[in-house]
């Protein structure tokens, strides 16, 4: 469940930081009784960013198979990346 602070309890920088880290979720910080911030974690944004980075991946990808565009098949391309990196 989403946690809410006041913006108040930004003072509280340690708290704020073990909060964020404990609860891997962001934080939301209000400002006269409105949402104005989020805080989170290093781990949680960069999770937070890879997730957003493979649905622009999938939504890309499923755009290509409703035009029609020709289709690689993944053996063939797992093959070409060991060729090409040298493992076999």
């Known amino acids: 469940m989403p946690q809410i602070r006041p ?30 911030l989020v805080v989170m974690s290093m781990e949680t944004y960069e999770k937070s960013l890879a997730k957003l980075e493979l649905y622009q991946k999938l939504a890309e990808a499923e755009a290509q198979i409703k035009n029609g565009e020709e289709l690689i098949d993944g053996e063939d391309v797992f093959k070409d990346l060991k060729n090409k990196h040298g493992r076999k």
């Open 7 to 36: 913006i108040k309890d930004l003072r509280n920088t340690m708290e704020i930081s073990e909060l964020c880290h404990e609860s891997q979720e962001p934080l939301f910080i209000t400002k006269n009784g409105y949402g104005d």
